[in-house]
Structures are given as C-alpha cells and as structure tokens.
C-alpha cells in the first residue's frame, strides 16, 4: 500500500547562529515543501526518485534492500549520504527496511533547490514521519544543527525555537504583524553551506551567554513588535550584533548599501534568502540589481 508525507519549508527570522547555543529562535514554516512518496515492490531494490519542482528528476539512485549498496546511481556521494540516513532511520526502528521486499521512493520539492528552504531537513523528516523515528535525532546523527528546520517541517504556524539542556522546545504563536505587507523575502543567487557556516561559527571567541541573552531578548521584541519602524530597529539590531560576532559586514552594507529599508540576513550568512522591508518599489529595486526572485511575507508563510 503507497504512503505519502510532507514537510513545511523553513525560515529563521531571528536567532541564526545564537540558536545553536541556546537562544531563542523566531521561525516560520514555508509555503513551499517536500513530498515523499512510498510505494512497496517484491523486486528486492530501494529505487529512490529525486524530482524538482517542475517535476524533473535531478537524482536518482537504485539500492540492495538486503544491504543498501549502491547498484547505480546520479550521484555517488549523494547516494552515500542518503544511504547513511536510511540506515540510521533503520537503526531507530530495525522493522522499517524489512516492511516490504523492495521499495519505490519518490520525493518532490515545490522549491527550487537553490532556494535553502530546507532540501535536507523536509525530507529528513518525511523519512522520520515514513520510519516512525526520531526526527531531531535523525538530524542530528547525520548532519547537526539546531534542529528548528524540523521543528518548522512539523508545523503550520509560526514558532518559537530553543534548545534547553540539549531538547527542542517548540511553541506555536500567533505572529501576524501588521506590517506583514512590508516584508520581502529576496533570494541572493546562491546557496550557502550551513556546515561551514556552522564550523566558523563555532571558531570564534566571544561572550555566549551574553550573546544568547541578546539574540533572545531581540526575539521577544520582534514577536511583540506593533510598528514596522519598531520591528527595522530590531533588525538592525539583530544584524549589527551578528555582524560582531562573525567578523563580518551586513548584507545590507556589503550588497545594497543604497536600498531605502531594512535588511536583514536568514540563516547562514552571505547566501539564500534575506528579509527586506519596503514598498512597492522594492521589487523593482532588487530586480534592477540581478536579484529576480523577491517574495512577499504573505505568499512565502504556510
């Protein structure tokens, strides 16, 4: 009997970085998914389907069930990758790979892959939701991180992210700001690695708890926010803090030094998506600097 899952896409409006360490995190399931279909065979081979969101395949692999080698594939490294995860999945829960005698798993984004919505993370949790396991764990055992990018596959509101004692705890809020016509999401052309994103961050030396204490407090003022000018302060705020800590200039500064709003960088630094705030002309302005893909809060929010 087929299963079928889905997983939200994610965006961290504030916390990037300091949400490692314990700060707390504004984050909003995207609009834009993953599904991941199962459909059980008697052929004794995984044959997994990677299709974008134009419906074109972009990876493809075909494993021994009986031992998860890889027969053929697109992309060997990939295929290494995925293989460790189904293992992993089958570590938790040891009856997932012997439900069926073979399988037939396709999966498809409604995001362009370059986009960072959360490739990795939407389908780790629809393979945690298909194998009945842990999802943060599965996360954690193959790549790290905080873990909100699951939080935000599991859920169809805004949250709050943070990580006490090591554990995820995850709240549902009702963040509807006023001046949600205001906000742009606008793509910077390139994907950054959350892994050395991560590691950099790691390196540096600064006051943690102070940082923590900041980025959190930051948080709280954002979600109670009632002006627009109230929520570019925090922003900017947000921005100036990070910039500190990671020795590195805004984007606001390195990019658009010209643009009339705010700017505010969305997980990692220096690639996928950032926060803008405008008007009507700002989706003219990016346009007219190489950046076409602008989308506004109401359309990007589940």
């Known amino acids: 009997m087929k ?3 889905y997983s939200n896409g994610k965006l961290l409006l504030s916390g990037e970085y300091a949400i490692l360490d314990g700060a707390l995190g504004l984050a909003i399931p995207t609009s834009y998914g993953q599904s991941l279909e199962v459909t059980p065979t008697s052929s004794g081979l995984l044959v997994w389907t990677s299709l974008d969101e134009n419906g074109n395949s972009w990876f493809t692999v075909t494993f021994d069930l009986s031992n998860l080698k890889i027969l053929s594939t697109s992309d060997e490294a990939m295929s290494k990758t995925l293989a460790n995860l189904l293992l992993e999945a089958n570590a938790q829960n040891p009856l997932l790979l012997t439900d069926s005698d073979g399988f037939e798993i396709t999966t498809q984004l409604t995001f362009p892959r370059s986009w960072g919505l959360g490739t990795s993370s939407t389908l ?4 945690a939701q298909w194998g009945r396991v842990d999802a943060y764990q599965l996360l954690w055992n193959a790549f790290g991180g905080s873990g909100y990018d699951i939080a ?3 859920h169809n509101s805004p949250i709050t992210y943070q ?3 090591g554990n995820p705890k995850v709240e549902t809020i009702a963040f509807d700001p006023i001046f949600k016509d205001s906000l742009y999401f606008v793509h910077l052309n390139q994907k950054q690695s959350s892994k050395e994103a991560i590691a950099n961050y790691k390196n540096r030396q600064f006051d ?4 923590i204490k900041e980025i959190s407090s930051i948080t709280n003022r954002m979600m109670e926010s009632s002006t627009l000018a109230g929520f570019e302060s925090l ?3 947000h921005e100036n803090l990070l910039g500190e800590v990671l020795q590195q200039q805004p984007v606001k500064q390195r990019l658009f030094p010209d643009y009339f709003g705010v700017i505010k960088s ?3 630094w220096g690639g996928d998506f950032v ?7 700002t989706i003219s302005y990016f346009k007219d600097k190489g950046y076409p893909t602008i989308i506004p809060y109401s359309r990007m929010i589940f």
Do not use: H, S, W, Y
């Open 3 to 5: 299963k079928e899952f």
């Open 124 to 127: 780790i949790n629809n393979l």
């Open 152 to 154: 935000c596959a599991q």
């Open 163 to 165: 990580l006490v004692k």
């Open 208 to 211: 943690r708890p102070q940082l």
């Open 235 to 237: 922003m900017a705020e």
């Open 266 to 268: 969305l997980g990692a």
């Open 275 to 281: 926060l803008a705030t405008g008007d009507e002309k």
